[in-house]
């Protein structure tokens, strides 16, 4: 296997503290204290994801409320608009938007996949086509770093090369090699590393040995964190943990390690178990903007009928402000109204954050493979657990068999 280009970049200092509070005795699950310049967050954490500087529907004000500590934007979206000169001006996105918690910026790199007939990559960079003017635009690691390092998260991340998670041949291992030689670039291109963290993202797609040399590699650079990318984009379950799992084998445990894209309540359930400690998704507000309310038990569709004269709150254990004032039957009735997206997204992240209040306890207190095994019987009532459930769990010395 070819060697990259370029080895190593220089060591730096970093704004990040990893504190390792517990680890479970049974699983990879830690809970941390990882400080950042804005905030100090406990993990394993679930970030809401506000593309352009902002959550749909929702303040900063009520993110704030509930108890979110950092929230993801994306450096394609808020490169075109406002742009990398509007946000100088304003003093980063934090002012711009009025959040005193911390950020992190995702490089762009997704947007080859996701817009793939916009784009064209090649070693400079990626050529894209934007959708606001339809102008032309080149995304190098380096612009990518500069309009991060305008926008001011604590947490940057590298351009990578993204390729389907379903693509096989000779342009996964393209991709790998080109990410690594782009976090080369990306680690010379940071010019404030003293206050925002530049983390390397693992490519591989799903073969073992391109992601185990991958990691090796990324973890020479000695980046302040890590991400596990190119999954959750349709993958068999049974390959994505297995690579999450290789993943936070080879990475140093002290050094946060975020697995990109997974929001479903039991992939971050499975995921924490394999030792992961940060995740991303749109998936909480997006489905709530199709009437769906996230439960432990899985999703209400609250445009059912069934929910016409239901006067209970979504979660009757639940604190968010939704399930304070609102019933079932109130939802269902506004459904169509912008309202209701609203109040549903709050909700949905309050049950986020709660998932990841109860993982953090039962780890800290040594109770974490019993909080899977309940968490699973109430998800799976029938004990009819996917296969890929079982085998990921088996694999952390974890039996749903009671």
């Not at 445990?253 to 995921?271: E, I």
């Not at 912008?338 to 109040?343: D, G, H, T």
Request: charged letters at 25%; a neutral charge.
């Amino acid at each position: 296997m070819a060697a990259p280009c370029v080895k190593h970049g220089p060591k730096f200092s970093s704004a990040l503290s990893l504190k390792i509070i517990a680890e479970c005795g049974t699983t990879k699950a830690r809970t941390c204290k990882m400080t950042l310049p804005h905030s100090v967050v406990r993990t394993p954490v679930f970030m809401p994801v506000g593309t352009q500087g902002t959550m749909k529907g929702l303040t900063s004000l009520q993110l704030n409320e509930l108890g979110c500590q950092l929230i993801l934007g994306n450096t394609y979206h808020l490169g075109m608009r406002p742009g990398p000169e509007l946000m100088d001006k304003a003093g980063g996105l934090h002012k711009f938007m009025d959040w005193d918690r911390s950020l992190l910026t995702d490089s762009g790199g997704f947007q080859m996949v996701s817009l793939v007939e916009l784009s064209e990559v090649t070693e400079e960079g990626v050529r894209f086509q934007s959708p606001y003017t339809k102008e032309e635009l080149m995304l190098t690691p380096e612009k990518s770093i500069e309009i991060q390092n305008s926008i001011g998260a604590d947490i940057i991340m590298q351009l990578d090369d993204v390729v389907h998670s379903l693509t096989t041949g000779p342009r996964v291992e393209e991709a790998m090699h080109r990410s690594i030689r782009w976090l080369d670039r990306c680690i010379k291109a940071n010019k404030r590393p003293e206050k925002q963290n530049l983390f390397a993202i693992v490519q591989g797609g799903l073969d073992l040995e391109l992601r185990t040399y991958c990691v090796k590699e990324m973890v020479e650079r000695d980046t302040p964190g890590y991400a596990i990318g190119g999954l959750s984009g349709g993958e068999e379950k049974d390959h994505f943990w297995r690579m999450v799992t290789l993943s936070t084998d080879y990475l140093p445990k002290d050094k946060p390690r975020y697995c990109m894209g997974v929001g479903y309540a039991v992939d971050l359930v499975v995921c924490s178990a394999l030792g992961v400690d940060m995740f991303d998704c749109v998936f909480p507000t997006r489905t709530a903007r199709f009437g769906s309310a996230l439960i432990d038990s899985g999703q209400l569709n609250l445009k059912s009928q069934a929910y016409n004269c239901d006067f209970r709150p979504i979660d009757e254990k639940c604190r968010c402000f939704t399930c304070r004032n609102h019933s079932r039957a109130y939802l269902h009735c506004i459904i169509q109204e912008a309202v209701s997206a609203q109040l549903i997204s709050i909700h949905n992240i309050a049950f986020q954050m709660g998932l990841m209040e109860r993982i953090q306890e039962s780890i800290a207190e040594q109770r974490f493979p019993e909080f899977i095994r309940s968490f699973m019987q109430t998800v799976y009532p029938d004990k009819k657990y996917p296969t890929w459930v079982q085998e990921s769990l088996a694999s952390v010395n974890v039996s749903l068999e009671t």
